[in-house]
């Protein structure tokens, strides 16, 4: 079941299940862990409903994924913090989240969506190009304890 964010714990849980995994999965520190906390404080405080919103994948009751949608300005939204549980991945979960993303960005009439990931995160690169996403940029970079190359995938939402 995919539901937006909005029950006591689903912002912690983003914080919290984002840190332990990209730590156990990729050597990542504690700075991407900030980074998304940033990210969802920024959404908590200052997101127009009509422009933002975000997702919670549940599976037999406990979060299991997540995803969310904010405003880049003019007619760009921009696809933030993407994460399946390994417990819950093979489900099309990640597809699922990223389709419900595309869909409210549409309604809500941006004419693009943009994201930014990194190199090793090579399941959420499939489910992005599976669904008409192009790579943009890409550019080598130290971050979070790592040596990256960050990537922006854009696409067209309007005809």
């Not at 991945?89 to 409210?104: E, K, M, S």
């Not at 489910?127 to 960050?150: D, K, M, N, Q, V």
Request: hydrophobic content about 45%; some cysteine.
């Amino acid at each position: 079941m995919i539901r937006e964010v909005g029950v006591p714990g689903d912002l912690g849980w983003v914080i919290k299940a984002h840190g332990e995994l990209y730590a156990s999965e990729y050597g990542w520190d504690t700075s991407f862990e900030a980074l998304v906390a940033r990210i969802v404080a920024d959404w908590a405080t200052d997101r127009d409903p009509a422009r933002s919103a975000a997702w919670i994948a549940e599976v037999d009751g406990r979060r299991a994924g997540c995803v969310f949608c904010v405003d880049g300005g003019g007619d760009t939204a921009v696809l933030r913090i993407l994460l399946v549980d390994p417990s819950a991945r093979g489900r099309g979960l990640g597809g699922a989240l990223v389709d419900q993303c595309l869909a409210f960005a549409r309604r809500a009439g941006y004419a693009r969506m943009r994201l930014w990931t990194n190199d090793p995160l090579v399941a959420a690169r499939h489910i992005y190009l599976a669904r008409g996403f192009r790579l943009t940029a890409s550019e080598p970079h130290t971050s979070f304890g790592a040596e990256l190359i960050g990537q922006t995938y854009e696409m067209k939402l309007a005809p």
